[in-house]
């Protein structure tokens, strides 16, 4: 097992702040020996922050800020940088940086939802080995007949041809980045939905454990959901666990919630002042929607419901995803 990524553990203590370094994939034991470095375990509500000090695979990681994270989350993505072969790393390392400068991938917070997603998304994108400039680059393209208008040029008159300006214009195409001595067509990556951003993948959580805490995410990830639907409920002020528990509660008693299911994945983002929850629908929570629909039209005055589909271009489209969520540690656990 390598060691991918090199973080840095913030905790507080009476005077002043303390700091652990820990090295990832790491086992449970020396992650609860940074922790402990680094007063995670005291009592006393202090800061608890994380901080990507380097990443040799991925250059690009230790520059970005990330919108939420967990240790579990990091650990689990340093783990699937290990498993891959220098190919994937060489192709996710390219995804990333494209992503950066092409997307806005890195003028934002990023979540580690999305860079778990990054991880197995990476078969459909193509590397050429060798090809580090754009007049390699072009080269490329001549040999390989990549180009209608380049084929077109008789055999002896290929000469003529500025092979770096092929190569740029190549690049432009394909959203392709260089990587050392490798070409990587970035472009052609789609963000895979494998992690729904609670549970990790192959990972099984015991039916006894309960959440902690509601986790926060950012409103550009509640614009990244709008394939899928929920109840986004506004206005919810206090312990938001309490909330989760009572709506559940309130939802099981009105006959929505069917077969002792209950909403186990909730999230909390901030807009226009307001603390919001959102819980999306899943298969494995027996809805009465028609129930649902005339629950949340009667109680909408105290609650705020709407659908998770018309929340999103009435209130999200068209704004500037930017800011991260209010009232939520940047990065913590």
């Known amino acids: 097992m390598s060691r991918l990524i090199l973080m840095e553990l913030v905790g507080e203590k009476e005077n002043g702040y303390c700091y652990a370094d820990l090295s990832l994939p790491a086992s449970a034991e020396e992650i609860a020996e940074a922790q402990e470095r680094a007063n995670w375990n005291s009592e006393a509500n202090g800061i608890r922050d994380i901080r990507i000090k380097h990443c040799e695979a991925l250059p690009k990681l230790a520059s970005l800020r990330l919108s939420r994270s967990t240790l579990d989350e990091l650990n689990f993505f340093a783990d699937r940088l290990d498993s891959m072969e220098d190919g994937e790393r060489i192709i996710m390392d390219g995804v990333l940086q494209y992503l950066s400068q092409k997307k806005g991938f890195g003028s934002e917070p990023v979540s580690m939802t999305d860079l778990i997603n990054m991880t197995y998304g990476l078969d459909s994108v193509m590397i050429a080995s060798n090809v580090g400039t754009d007049r390699q680059l072009g080269q ?119 077969n002792g299911t209950k909403f186990t994945e909730a999230y909390a983002f901030s807009h226009d002042g307001l603390t919001n929850l959102l819980f999306p629908f899943r298969e494995d929570v027996d809805l009465n929607v028609g129930r649902l629909a005339a629950w949340r039209l009667a109680t909408y005055d105290q609650f705020g419901g709407t659908w998770l589909s018309d929340y999103i271009p009435n209130h999200l489209e068209g704004m500037d995803m930017g800011e991260t969520a209010e009232n939520a540690p940047q990065i913590s656990q």
């Open 140 to 258: 490329f393209v001549v040999d390989n007949e990549l180009n209608e208008d380049v084929n077109a040029i008789p055999e002896t008159s290929l000469y003529l041809l500025d092979l770096e300006q092929v190569g740029r214009l190549q690049r432009d195409v394909d959203g392709g980045v260089f990587v050392g001595n490798c070409y990587v067509v970035a472009g052609a990556f789609e963000m895979p939905h494998v992690y729904d951003g609670v549970h990790l993948p192959g990972i099984e959580q015991p039916a006894s454990e309960e959440p902690h805490s509601v986790p926060w995410i950012s409103k550009q990830d509640v614009r990244r959901m709008a394939d899928r639907e929920g109840l986004v409920l506004q206005g919810c002020g206090g312990d938001l666990q309490e909330w989760v528990d009572g709506i559940n509660g309130l939802l099981t008693e009105e006959g929505i919630l069917r």
